[in-house]
């Protein structure tokens, strides 16, 4: 590890394990001159001078009393973010290509509010809070989440320019926080279910409920899906059929990797089968999971939605 990388671990680093609350010291919180506290210095070094070649005690009594205002303001910029507590709080889970919210918790234990923070990342937008006196507020850091994976959260840069704007007191957070980002669902109908009795035996000679007729194959079906009969009447310039069934028995739905068309890309076909899991979900059906080296048991609610979607999104082709 290089004299940067231990400089910035020793300055920089939020706690043993990122995962609990941390108090801003004055170790941690940087303070510096805007833009327009300089020009509010070269104004008064300007002002000092021409009080000083005229010999205006009116002038230097003004100089000096700019002076402090300054002064006090970077006092009070810096108070502002002092003592701060920060916790890290929780992130659901999206999909790729949704924005991800990280929730930190900010407390203020003092008798005095704390005004105008402002929290950015290096790759979103800036968030302002308040918060009052002994009090605390709830802020959401927007992240954009491109891929599927793991997002972690980067370098949050906590600022404050309040009061005067003069001076710009700061601190870097880095808690230790990820979101889990779902692959982006593609929908398409789902693959025939596999009916199954009240008893748990399935009924028929095919394991199928009532024939419902048939619908035009999706680019996601499975040859082995096709009616080659019935697609062989219609002619071969119209599209292969795929029959349907309906009745008033339980079905179970196993989604398989080898059920998506093998030309699709491997982000397409983890989409469609995202897709497939928010459908059959959305109509109650029971369903799994398979997929190359993992297989989860058909199962429904929201747990079982989790599963499914956590394992596409951390699966590697």
Known sequence: MGLLSRLKQRLFRWQSDGTGGFRLGQRRVFIIPTRGGLLFALALLVMLIGAINYTLALGHALVFLLAGLGLTGMVHTFRNLYGLLITPGRVEAVFAGETAHFQLHLGNDRRVPRLALELTTEAGPAVV?????????????????????????????????????????????????????????????????????????????????????????????????????????????????????????????????????????????????????????????????????????????????????????????
């Open 129 to 317: 809070t308040d918060i009052n006196e002994q009090d605390k507020s709830t802020v959401s850091v927007p992240l954009a989440a491109r891929q599927r994976g793991w997002l972690e959260l980067p370098r949050v840069r906590l600022a404050s320019r309040y009061p005067l704007g003069l001076f710009v007191a700061w601190s870097y957070l880095q808690p230790a926080m990820r979101c889990l980002v779902y692959p982006p669902p593609i929908f398409s109908p789902l693959p025939l279910p596999r009916p199954i009795a009240a008893s748990g035996e399935r009924r028929g000679d095919a394991g199928q409920d009532d024939f419902a007729g048939f619908r035009e194959r999706q680019p996601a079906d499975s040859p082995r899906h096709v009616a080659w009969k019935a697609s062989a009447r219609q002619g071969s310039e119209q599209p292969l059929l795929i029959k349907q069934f309906a009745g008033g028995a339980e079905v179970e739905l196993q989604l398989d990797w080898s059920s998506t068309d093998p030309a699709l890309p491997a982000e397409s076909r983890l989409s469609l089968l995202a897709g497939w899991v928010l459908t059959a979900e959305s109509q109650a059906i029971s369903y799994g999971l398979r997929l190359p080296g993992e297989q989860i048991p058909i199962a429904g609610g929201a747990a079982q939605r989790h599963r499914c979607l956590a394992a596409l999104a951390l699966f590697q082709p």
